[in-house]
């Protein structure tokens, strides 16, 4: 066996002009509740520090720019506005994979996540599946006439460019990841593996989960644990295209967590990873709505163990790496039945 210890940690509402020093606060408590359950990764989600300011046009790039951190050359955990969490974490003995936007020292703006060990960056992803538009979505005023409880309750109202619609502006505010789905070692937590063996990883960050490409190219690494945060919208039915009017707040919610569970479980069980995935949750600014859902899914595409609350939570599960051996040697070894002279068209299209 080779245990380890593991963490999805689940950040509840953050607003839009919640300070960064409230939300460093809460991520500090939560690494120290992790550590205190033995912990030695803990899994964090998406834009981590801040909002989900994508769902916002925002004009003032000053504002945009406070939504990023300005990353040195050596590493998020150098990066003076969210040191105390790394720091925090180094003296807890607990790795941590976090997302954040990352600002290059040339200006370059990333959704990212880093891998951090003992206060050194083991490695870093930028997400490369980034969802919604570059512009707003226009307003229907039709849709206002035919709509109108649902233009009048606000839920987008405020922040949107036109009234009436949501946004999902990452296409706007970030570059498109440049790093590649990279497979590595996290040689730290070899000791609590039980083994020399230290664990295989691999990072995504939300909409990404839901495309089997980038899983895959994981899996034929042989990643053993996969790191995915996420900020998933509860409800826009105008960005997914519906009529408002057919689907209660209540069944979109469920619809969301269902794909939500249904590409996390598949994609971790094809694969033959354990997954821990974790939201940022809650109803931010009291209006916008963001599933929850963390958990950490095995192998063979269990749940182990997932959240209980909207609010801030660590969802512990003590995992066997070795579980990963089943799947990879068997129903998914690679190898012996894949059969990638007929997959050409997934990467010429
Ligand atoms: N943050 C993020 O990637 N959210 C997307 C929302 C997609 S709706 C256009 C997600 O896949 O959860």
Known sequence: ??????AAVQVGRVDRSTPRSQVLARLISLLEQAARQQVKLAVFPETTFTTFFPRYWIEDDT???????????SGIADCAAVKPFFDKAKDLGV?????????TPEGTRYNTASYVSNGQTVSKYRKIHL?????PLRFLSSLTETHPTYYISGTFEPFSKEPGVTNQLEKKYFQPGNL???AFRAPSLRATCDGDKSPIVGQLICNDRRWAEGWRVYGLQGVE?????YNTTAWAPQLWGIDPDLMTREAAYADAIF????????????????????ARCGVDDGVHPLISGSMIVDPEGHIVAEN????????????????????????FAFAKHRRPEHYSAICDR
């Open 1 to 6: 066996t080779r245990l380890l210890r593991v």
């Open 63 to 73: 504002e945009v720019a406070s939504f990023f951190e300005k990353e040195p050359a």
């Open 95 to 103: 790795d941590v994979a976090i997302g954040y936007g990352e600002e």
């Open 131 to 135: 969802p919604g538009t570059f512009e």
């Open 180 to 182: 590649g789905f990279k």
């Open 225 to 229: 644990i996969m790191c995915i945060g």
């Open 259 to 278: 794909h939500h569970k249904l590409v996390c479980q598949a994609h971790a069980y094809t694969n033959s990873t354990f997954l821990i995935t974790s």
């Open 308 to 331: 209980k609350t909207e609010e801030d939570e660590v969802v512990v599960a003590e995992i066997d790496l070795d579980a990963c051996q089943q799947g990879k040697n068997k129903t």
